[in-house]
Each structure stands twice: as C-alpha cells, then as structure tokens.
C-alpha cells in the first residue's frame, strides 16, 4: 500500500469512544458501501413500510369482453417486478372478461424524468446488468441472460441465447469465437448509452460448459411493456399488436376514458432492502435514489441526491464530508469519509425505529450476501454485519461487529488508489474485522 492509503474509524456504539483513526475526515471512493448512505437516507424520508405502487389502466373503452384501445402500465419505479408480478396482472385482466384488446400494451415512465445513467458511469460498464438504466417503469432489474455455447471446433463462431428472448430490445452483434480447449474463457460486452445494439466478443473454450453472463437493457419501459404483452397473450389475452419499438413519451391519449384495471403493490422498503444489499443490486440503490427525489417534488438523480445531502446534515454530517454522484457507489466521484459512515452507522443504531430494519438489512460475515464466503471461522463470522465494496483501485467495508467483550463497534475501513492484488487489501481489511471482534477490554 506504499502508494495507496487507507482510511479507517472505529468507533464503540456503546460509550462513543473512538478506539482507531487513520484518515478519518479524508474522502475516499466507497464503491458499493455507499448503498449503507443511501438506504438509511431513503428509510429516513420513505420509511420502512413504503412500497412502490403499479397501476395498469385501460386507455379506452370496454364493451362486453374486448377492450377497445390500449392497456398502459403506469409506473412508479418498482425495481422489483417480474414475471410473477406480470402474470398476476394478466390473471387480474382476464378475471374483469378481458380477452381482446385491440390496441397494444404501453408503459407510462413519467414519475421519473432526467437521465437513467448515473453521472460519471464508466462507458465499459454499460453493456452489464450492473450499469442497467434505471426508470419508472422497469422489469426484471433491467437485465437480460446471454448464455455462451462454445462450438463444434476451435474457430467456429460461439453460439449464444438470450433470455428473455424477443422481448429485451437488443440487437446482438457476436463475435465470439470458440477456442482450444486450453484456451482460458474471455468475455467482452459493449453498448453505448441508450444503444440498442450490443457487441459481444471473447473466446469459449470447445467442450465447454454454457457460461451466462447479465447484460443490461437499453430501454426499460419497453421491456417491462414487451413482457407484459407477453405474459397477456400467454393467459389467453389477444393483442392488436405488439408494444412498439419507439414508446410515446405519453402513452395515455385521453385521460377523460382512462379507468383503473388493477393496483399492484411491491413488497415494503424493509423487504426490498434485503435485495439491494444481498446481491449489492445498483438498480435498486438508484431506484431509491429517484424515489427520494420525486417525494421532494424533483424525481431526478440531482434531486434524489440533494434529499439524500439535506438528510446527512440533519443528522450533523458536514457538507463537506460526502461528494454524492449517484446511489449505487458505481461513479468514481462518489467521494465519502470513514467518518461520515460511521456516523450513518451510529445514526441508525441510535435511532430505535431504524436499528433493527437497517441492520437486519446489512450481510452477516461467513453468512450471507456478497460477505458470505468472507471470515469464515474466525470471531467475525456470524457477528459482523457489513456492506462491502469494489472497484478498480478500491475496498471498503463499513458496518457493525462485537468484541470479545460484546460491546458492539462500528467501523468504516477504506482502501483507495492501490497497485496490489484487490485480494491482499481485503485480507487485510477481513484482518481487521477478525481484530475488533477478538478485542477484549480486559
């Protein structure tokens, strides 16, 4: 780490004692430990029993069982709908005698406006599901499976599936190739923003076996509106004709006839958390983000940001202190200092609404999540609960642990800007987790 640096807090949660600093009031990238911010930010200003609301409206006029006009599913962000939810929806429209409607399916995206990209997202991100765009109206997190099959010869094109098929948007361009059998597996994606057209290239090895990677789609209210339709026609729902390539930016024509067909809640904030933090999931981090935003009245990501930044100073986090560019840490100028996690950290613990929800949230070491293979067998494991994060030149780990002692700490540990291995810097980072937790005071 000679030219990288590190930025540690310890802090006790029980007599506020700081028991390590280095760097403490230092800026450092987080990466995905940010999403600790941003989800104690949106429980504050949402609450842990908020849940997303989806309706589905006819935009016409329905006489005996045909519905004359289109069908408009109108969003309010769920980052959490898929194909059950959308087969719910088609069992609910052919309960009220709909079997035809003459029109087709749309998705109205308007609780959201602004950019779906987050501000400063790496172009070489874009094609995976990680980079997905986020909106109002979305589904299936907004990513596709490409599935990789090597062919029958060394030099042969590589065959691939995507799935869901013929609903994603995408317009494949493969050029992969099938190598030796010794040949190690490669795997680029390429998209441009807003780009419907995916380039894949790299080299699957013959005789291997299918690889399946995540890509992101490039427009989400479409896909959700393509999924619809698809599940709307496997339920026995005819259709006029399928969405089409280019939404209207408003899908509902004539508000005077629109009527309410069906009303579809996600499951609450405390659930959803579960997800966001289990599999480090950036749509939902920046889904939130937007949320925050639209219940100020500006459902943007600089809206989201600025209820994000007024919540931190409620809670004495100086201005300075965070640099918010978007939700999910995915930016590299997001910039945060250990302090500031630990005060989130002791925000939340302090606070007897939020304690349980919000760290009942955080992965258990040697457990769960994105730290389940991480501690394991040492004094750590099954005791800490953390958000971890990880880029290019960065490794965080914030959250809570117990000492020997049970006195519980919480803690923030940065490393930015190094030139060794990323697994010689978690090992250490796992080190000092395995340190606090084996501290006695006695």
């Not at 010794?182 to 807003?194: I, S």
């Amino acid at each position: 780490m000679e030219r990288g640096y590190w930025g540690v807090l310890v802090r006790s949660l029980a007599t506020g004692e700081t028991l390590a600093s280095v760097n403490a009031r230092k800026l450092m990238m987080p990466a995905s430990t940010l999403k600790v911010v941003t989800l104690a930010a949106a429980a504050e200003r949402l609450g842990w029993e908020y849940s997303y609301e989806t309706r589905i409206v006819a935009d016409g006029t329905a006489g005996g069982d045909t519905l004359e006009g289109n069908l408009v599913i109108v969003g309010n962000g769920d980052p959490s709908l898929d194909r059950q939810a959308l087969d719910l929806w088609a069992t609910q429209i052919r309960t009220l005698g709909i079997v035809k409607v003459t029109g087709t399916v749309l998705a109205d995206a308007r609780a959201f406006s602004g950019e779906g990209l987050g501000f400063g997202w790496s172009w070489d991100d874009l094609a995976y599901y990680y980079a997905a765009p986020i909106a109002a109206a979305q589904f299936r997190e907004n990513a596709v499976d490409v599935t990789l099959r090597p062919g029958p010869s060394p030099g042969s094109p590589a065959a691939y599936e995507l799935m869901p098929a013929g609903i994603n948007g995408l317009q494949v361009e493969n050029h992969m190739t099938t190598g030796a059998a010794t040949t190690a597996p490669e795997f680029v994606a390429r998209r441009g923003p807003h780009s419907p057209a995916v380039v894949l290239e790299g080299v699957v090895p013959v005789g291997s076996t299918p690889v399946t990677r995540s890509l992101s789609v490039h427009d989400p209210a479409r896909y959700l509106a393509a999924a619809f339709a698809e599940a709307l026609l496997a339920h026995g729902v005819a259709l006029g004709s399928r969405p089409p390539i280019d939404l209207p930016s408003n899908p509902i024509g004539d508000a005077s006839r629109a009527s309410l067909l069906v009303t579809y809640r996600s499951a609450p904030l405390r659930v959803l958390a579960r997800r966001l933090m289990e599999v480090s999931q950036n749509q939902y981090a920046e889904t939130l983000i937007k949320t925050v935003g639209a219940q100020a009245g500006a459902p943007t990501f600089d809206g989201g940001l600025k209820a994000v930044e007024a919540v931190l100073a409620s809670w004495g986090i100086a201005a300075d202190d965070t640099i918010l560019r978007d939700g999910s840490g995915l930016s590299r100028y997001d910039l945060v200092t250990p302090e500031s996690f630990v005060q989130v950290l002791t925000h939340m613990y302090g606070d007897a609404a939020q304690r349980m929800p919000f760290f009942s949230s955080l992965n258990v070491a040697g457990q769960s999540g994105t730290i389940a293979a991480r501690l394991k067998n040492t004094p750590a494991a099954g005791n800490a609960r953390a958000k971890d994060g990880a880029m290019s030149g960065v490794r965080a780990l914030c959250g809570v642990v117990s000492t020997a002692d049970d006195e519980l700490l919480a803690f923030a540990i940065l490393a930015n800007n190094f030139a060794v291995p990323g697994p010689t810097v978690t090992a250490a980072i796992d080190a000092i987790v395995v340190r606090l937790a084996s501290w006695s005071r006695h």
